[in-house]
């Protein structure tokens, strides 16, 4: 693994992703993994990446007394279709609905991420918009039986096969698409830790 080019302190990082972990990892952060449980129920009157953000301080806060010398990390992505926030799909049919709607329209991904050192907290949202051409409904059968997307906010992965086949366009961050804005949250992770230095 590469070393970074500045020190920061360890993260911990509270997220059953597997796509944060091999992200944070492959660009050389020090990791420690903590599994936070949280009811993700939000306010009603919270629209897009407000329930983003609200996901994640709401993990943060769960987390008990953080220490000084290390960074909690928590994040939360959800799909938003005109008014409708689209989290991960219960079952399999549930996942074909949320497929189907996104099926040949725009949609947003809002990731909410929360940084906690100490008493200091920091919350930013990331915001990218994603264009599916129209999913034919035996795709999204094939999609759903292969790739088992229920861990997936919006039922789907922008680098596997949907993405690689139906995506048509990303406006804004790619890996905010994939559950976490990297070149945001180096930049603001950057200036969170000279704050506290």
């Known amino acids: 693994m590469h070393s970074l080019p500045e020190t920061f302190p360890p993260l911990i990082l509270a997220s059953r992703s597997p796509r944060r972990r091999k992200l944070l990892s492959e660009i050389g952060f020090n990791l420690e993994i903590a599994d936070i449980d949280v009811d993700e129920s939000f306010p009603e009157h919270l629209k897009g990446g407000e329930v983003a953000a609200y996901l994640a301080g709401k993990k943060a806060l769960a987390y008990g007394v953080m220490p000084e010398d290390k960074v909690l990390v928590c994040a939360d992505t959800i799909v938003v279709l ?18 189907s709607a996104l099926s040949g329209h725009t949609h947003r991904v809002f990731t909410g991420v929360c940084l906690r050192r100490g008493d200091e907290i920091l919350v930013f949202t990331e915001s ?11 795709e999204i059968d094939y999609y759903i039986s292969e790739y088992q997307p229920f861990d997936k906010a919006g039922s789907y992965g922008i680098q596997d096969w949907l993405g690689y086949t139906c995506v048509t366009a ?5 890996y905010n698409v994939m559950g976490f804005p990297m070149a945001r949250f180096y930049r603001e992770l950057q200036a969170f830790c000279k704050g506290k230095d």
Do not use: H, Q, S, Y
């Open 82 to 99: 005109g008014e409708e926030v689209i989290n991960k799909p219960a079952d399999a049919a549930d996942a074909a609905r949320m497929l």
């Open 128 to 138: 990218t918009e994603v264009e599916f051409r129209a999913i034919r409904p035996d």
């Open 170 to 174: 990303v406006r804004g961050c790619f």
